[in-house]
């Protein structure tokens, strides 16, 4: 495994630091770009691909040595930017499956999965890598690999990952032909209990998802 570059005094592609920021950036400009909606057919398979890169760069994060950065305190990057317009527009556009379950931890036994949403999830990630984004564009790379690093495990690296497993479900669903049930009034309000949590899908994922992505399911 190479070692990071920390300190380049100018952009060099094959530099840890650079390939990380462009895959963090891109996965910014990516999202928000679906969230406008102006091509929903592909919206869910363009989130699965986003999604599964960024976690390549999660991944090479994750196995990094730890980065230490260069201030004792973190420097203050502002306030970060509000997320609310782009939580609701990914909610509308992916509102028959926006609903799904996760485990939080997989190695913690005896926990129920617990509802969530994929556009919750999206929006959470994106503050976060907003956050070392702020720290790269103002010269700080060392702060903003830490920072990447540090959130990846205690945030974001788990909640893009739940969210891909999300999305992949339902590529495969559609894929094999295999219709999801119809779930009634099911929210991230409410609580699992013991019972499995379904996608809230059904006909209308059929109709919504599985024919824009030229898929032909059975009758």
């Known amino acids: 495994m190479s070692d990071a570059k920390l300190h380049a005094t100018s952009p060099d592609p094959d530099d840890f630091a650079v390939q990380i920021a462009d895959q963090v950036e891109s996965f910014l400009v990516s999202v928000s770009e679906v969230a406008k909606g102006d091509e929903p057919d592909s919206a869910v398979p363009f989130l699965l691909l986003e999604v599964s890169q960024l976690l390549l760069a999660g991944g090479r ?23 609310d317009e782009l939580r609701e527009n990914l909610a509308r556009l992916l509102d028959p499956i ?3 379950s996760e485990v939080f ?26 956050h070392g984004m702020a720290h790269y564009r103002a010269g ?56 499995t949590l379904e996608f809230e899908a059904g006909k209308v994922m ?14």
């Open 206 to 219: 059929q109709e919504e998802i599985a024919g824009p992505l030229g898929v032909q399911t059975g009758k």
């Open 61 to 83: 994060l994750g196995a990094h040595e730890d980065i230490v950065p260069d201030e004792r305190y973190e420097a203050d990057t502002g306030p970060d930017p509000d997320v």
């Open 140 to 195: 700080r790379t060392t702060e903003a690999l830490w920072w990447w690093q540090f959130s990846y495990f205690s945030n974001w690296g788990s909640t893009a990952s739940a969210t891909l497993r999300a999305l992949q479900s339902v590529v495969a669903h559609v894929r094999l032909n295999q219709p999801l049930a119809e779930l009634d009034g099911l929210d991230t309000d409410q609580g699992m209990g013991d019972e």
């Open 105 to 130: 931890d997989p190695y913690e036994p005896r926990k129920a999965p617990v509802p969530a949403r994929i556009s919750d999830d999206l929006t959470d990630v994106i503050t976060d890598l907003r």
């Open 98 to 100: 926006d609903v799904y």
